[in-house]
């Protein structure tokens, strides 16, 4: 029983809100990674990884993006040098947490350009380093606004290689993996025969009706879909006091707009 002296006196906490449900489903694509790098690109995906090298991934390396390892509060921990990311990245020794453009049913991404090739409607990105993330070490994605335009029946340039185009390099793709897809509406992984999308677990306020038609393929929907798991007291507390107390969270994932 807790006395005057133990009792903890802090105000309790409100219900959790759906981007802090996007940075557990984050979170959760590191669990049981290891010592492995962690490369989370925008705000909701560092959220994640932060989270689980602080809870349940400790082995969890994360970098500054330039020359050194660091905490998750940014204390160096150690360098690493662009030769020795390299190494990691082309031994399978990272996961990549990258956005998308576009995204099709066997995980092809799009971040370079849409409509023809030769001819543009809009100019974006570019290639970068998705091709070579893909093949060569586990990648995932975060994206903030899931709708029929990210989520295509066919990408219009294959920037991150899906598991189709994957399943004729042979040994050039010995690393390649995609882990999960987190969106503002659920999470996704490619666990079916054939590599291709499915939901995993739907956001708090999210139907299977409303991701259904927010996406422009065919989706494998399991009879029974989970809700995404609910973050511990301890986990939102962290989110909320330690990794983001100005709320930045709130502007990738605005909750008024979730309804």
Request: glycine share 10%; proline share 8%; net charge negative.
């Amino acid at each position: 029983m807790s006395t005057p002296e133990t009792a903890d006196t802090r105000a309790p906490l409100s219900p959790p809100t759906r981007a802090e449900y996007c940075v557990i489903a984050c979170a959760e694509a590191w669990r049981g990674a290891g010592e492995i790098l962690a490369s989370p690109m925008g705000l909701v995906p560092s959220l994640g990884a932060r989270l689980a090298r602080l809870t349940f991934a400790p082995d969890l390396l994360l970098t500054d993006g330039e020359a050194l390892l660091v905490g998750p509060d940014g204390t160096p921990e150690g360098w690493l040098p662009y030769r020795q990311h390299l190494e990691l990245v082309a031994g399978g020794r990272r996961h990549v947490m990258m956005g998308a453009s576009q995204i099709d049913r066997y995980g092809n991404q799009n971040i370079s350009c849409i409509g023809d090739w030769s001819h543009p409607r809009r100019q974006l990105l570019g290639m970068r380093g998705a091709p070579l993330n893909t093949l060569n070490n586990p990648t995932s994605y975060w994206i903030p606004r899931h709708s029929r335009r990210v989520f295509v029946e066919r990408v219009d340039v294959v920037c991150g290689v899906g598991y189709d185009r994957a399943a004729g390099l042979g040994d050039a793709a010995r690393f390649h993996g995609l882990g999960r897809v987190v969106s503002d509406l659920g999470a996704f992984d490619f666990a079916t025969p054939d590599h291709s999308m499915r939901l995993a677990s739907l956001h708090p306020g999210v139907s299977v009706e409303q991701v259904r038609e927010a996406t422009g393929f065919a989706l494998t929907v399991p009879d029974e879909v989970p809700r995404t798991r609910e973050p511990e007291e301890a986990e939102l507390r962290l989110i909320r006091e330690v990794l983001d107390p100005a709320g930045a969270r709130t502007r990738e994932v605005p909750e008024a707009a979730r309804g």
